[in-house]
C-alpha cells in the first residue's frame, strides 16, 4: 500500500492545450510533493514541455485546474507564476551572457538603492552581490569565484547553476527544469545535481524534465510518465525498475496499467 504522501504544493487537473489540429495536452493531471523531486518523462512530442509551459505561464490552457498550495490558482503569465513561488530554468536558461554572474541572478528583478526610504536611481551592489553569494553558497557552488565574470566565459554547469542560484534567491516553493544537464559532462551534470539535492533538502518541489533515465533513477523520489498529452503512470522511484518505465514510456504492455490509481507504487490513469 502506498506510504501517505507529502503534501502536494502543485496540482494540475485535467489540462488541456490544443494547437490548432495537435492536441499537446489531453486532460494531464499531476499532483507535486514537497520536498521531493518528481521527473517527468516520456517520449518526444509526449507533452512535457507544453505541460511545464502551463504551470509557469507560458501558455494558458484550454481547459483543467491549477492548485498552488491547495487553492485554485491562474497562472496568466510567468510573472503570475513566480509570485507563487514557481521557478522555471528552461533549456535556453535565458542568461544573458555578457553580464556579470549578480547581475544574471538579478535580472529582471534589481534592488536598487534607497535613501531615506526613496529608491534612487543606482543599484545597491552590494546587497545584490551578498545576495548572490548566499544563494550560491545554499548550493554550496565553490567553483564560482569571480562573480563579476560575464557569464559568457563560464562553464555549461556553472551557467545551469546561476539560473537555479536565481530561483533559489527568490524562494522558490517549486522549482522547474527542463532537461538541465542535456548540454553538459559527468562532472558538470554531477554538479547540477548536487545543487538539486540541496534544493530538495530545504524543502522545495522539483520537477524535473529528462531523457536520462539514469539520471532520473538517481535523483527522483517520483517517475511521472507522459504519453499522448497525460501523465499516464507515477511510480515511485526506489521501487520501480528501469524496464517497466520504459514500457510506460513507449506504450508497451498496458495489461499492467489496469492498477486503480493508489493501489501500488506504480498508478495508472490511462484507460483500459
Ligand atoms: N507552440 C506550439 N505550436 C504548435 N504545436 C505545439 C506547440 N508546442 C507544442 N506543440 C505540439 O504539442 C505536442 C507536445 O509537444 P511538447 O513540446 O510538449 O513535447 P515534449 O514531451 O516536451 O517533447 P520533447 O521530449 O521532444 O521535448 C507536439 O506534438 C508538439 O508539436
Ligand atoms: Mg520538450
Known sequence: MAAASPPAVL???????????????????????????TALVGDNGAGKSSLVRVISGVFS??????????????????????????????????????????????????????????????????????????????????????????????????????????????DARLLILDEPTAALGVKQSRQVFEAVARIRASGTAVLLISHNLREVFAASDYIAVMRLGRVSRIFETATANEEEVVSAIVGANRRSESEMPGSGTARSVEGG
Not at 15 to 35: D, H, Q, T, Y
Not at 110 to 138: C, I, K, S, Y
Open 61 to 170: 490552457p484550454d481547459s483543467g485546474t491549477i492548485h498552488v498550495g491547495g487553492k485554485p490558482v491562474a497562472i496568466p503569465n510567468p510573472r503570475a507564476a513566480r509570485a507563487l513561488g514557481i521557478h522555471t530554468v528552461f533549456q535556453d536558461l535565458a542568461l544573458v551572457g555578457c553580464l556579470d554572474v549578480v547581475q544574471n541572478v538579478f535580472l529582471g528583478d534589481e534592488v536598487h538603492a534607497r535613501f531615506g526610504g526613496l529608491r534612487m536611481p543606482w543599484l545597491n551592489r552590494g546587497h545584490m552581490e551578498q545576495a548572490t553569494r548566499e544563494a550560491l553558497d545554499r548550493l554550496h557552488v565553490s567553483t564560482l569565484q569571480d562573480l563579476l565574470q560575464p557569464v559568457e566565459v563560464l562553464s555549461g554547469g556553472q551557467r545551469q547553476t546561476i539560473a537555479i542560484a536565481r530561483a533559489v534567491r527568490q
Open 11 to 37: 496540482q494540475v487537473s485535467g489540462i488541456e492545450k490544443r494547437f490548432g489540429g495537435v492536441v499537446a495536452l489531453n486532460g494531464a493531471s499531476l499532483s507535486i510533493a514537497a520536498g521531493k523531486v
